[in-house]
């Protein structure tokens, strides 16, 4: 009997030392809303429009799930998924696919993600934050080089930056 007492009572007092509230179950997270990732997007593409670029222009929420993707008339075939796939990466890593180019080379500890399914380590991924938080990323491919698609990218961040600050 006093072993079962002590055992309840041990019981009731963690249970009241360490109460589990419903908002310490839940995560709660900002994300980009389909508006302001097509904002984004259409700026990315203008900018390399400007530059005389058909790119595609990929955008994803901080999970890496595609919310928006625009592909130029004249783009190659092959730059939807990599915009995607560059999109994908930064937010998987988040980090930017140059910072992940120039830490992953043969040889380098880290060289081992570049064979990781999916992984598109090539410069024109940027990750989107706000508040100091992850929210999206995005990705272009097309121009000629990763860094025109970086400079695309970051173009179609800086047009929405008014937008993110909360």
């Not at 130029?72 to 140059?98: N, P, Q, V, Y």
């Not at 992984?119 to 991924?125: A, D, F, M, S």
């Not at 000629?144 to 929405?160: F, K, L, Y």
Request: with cysteine; net charge neutral.
């Amino acid at each position: 009997m006093n072993v079962r007492c002590l055992s309840v009572a041990t019981a009731l007092l963690i249970a009241s030392i360490c109460p589990m509230r419903a908002e310490d179950a839940l995560v709660a997270y900002k994300s980009l809303t389909p508006e302001l990732a097509l904002d984004l997007a259409t700026a990315a593409l203008g900018s390399c429009r400007d530059h005389g670029y058909q790119v595609a222009v990929a955008v994803v929420d901080r999970f890496g799930v595609t919310q928006v993707m625009l592909r130029d008339r004249f783009a190659g075939a092959h730059t939807l998924s990599t915009a995607s796939g560059k999109a994908w990466t930064a937010a998987s890593f988040k980090t930017s696919t140059t910072e992940l180019n120039a830490v992953s080379q043969s040889g380098m500890m880290q060289s081992g993600i570049r064979s990781l399914p999916g992984v598109v380590i090539i410069g024109g991924g940027l990750i989107v934050e706000a508040g100091g938080a992850l929210v999206g990323a995005v990705g272009v491919s097309g121009a000629p080089g990763g860094d025109a698609d970086e400079a695309c990218a970051r173009a179609g961040i800086a047009a929405i930056r008014d937008k993110l600050e909360f």
